[in-house]
């Protein structure tokens, strides 16, 4: 079947079996391999796409459910000159990850959250981020870094 969706704002149209996962319509079809795939069981959360604005796990939604919406992943948060989104930049000074796997998972709900709830207490960003898994980092710099990209200005309009 083909189907045609909203890519970080530029319109991706393939054919593709009504079984593909949308994560591997992203990586596979659409060449966009910053969507890790950790599990397929929705147990980690590195599949973390906004899906029309809201955080999915991209491993839970058939890429035929997703036909024209607005898809973005971690690829698509950047301005086009390059310059990182503020939560990017804020991982980035917090030192919110080690080895990366689970960063652009984590970013993108981190994103979605502040989206949400634009002033969130430390309990908050915890419960917003409990379906999604970190091996490394002990999730301590994670949550320092989303609280401080909370007080980034543009975040917050």
């Known amino acids: ?8 704002g530029s319109s991706e149209s393939h054919e593709v079996e009504a079984r593909t ?32 604005g809201e955080s999915v796990k991209s491993c839970t939604v058939l890429a035929a459910q997703a036909e024209g919406t607005d ?4 690829e698509g948060l950047a301005d086009a000159d390059g310059r990182m989104h503020p939560v990017q930049q804020a991982f980035q000074e917090y030192h919110g990850l080690q080895c990366g796997y689970c960063t652009p998972g984590m970013v993108m709900a ?5 989206a949400e709830n634009p002033d969130p207490t ?10 999604n898994l970190c091996r490394c980092t002990g999730y301590h710099n994670i949550v320092a870094a989303a609280l401080a990209a909370s007080q980034i200005p543009e975040l917050r309009a």
């Open 1 to 8: 079947m083909r189907i045609t969706i909203n890519v970080n």
């Open 21 to 52: 996962l949308l994560v591997h319509y992203l990586r596979d079809e659409a060449g966009l391999t910053g969507t890790n795939i950790g599990c397929d069981t929705t147990s980690c959360g590195a599949c973390t796409v906004l899906l029309n």
């Open 71 to 74: 898809v973005t992943t971690i």
């Open 110 to 114: 981190v994103t979605s959250l502040l």
């Open 122 to 131: 430390e309990e908050d960003i915890r419960l917003g981020l409990e379906g």
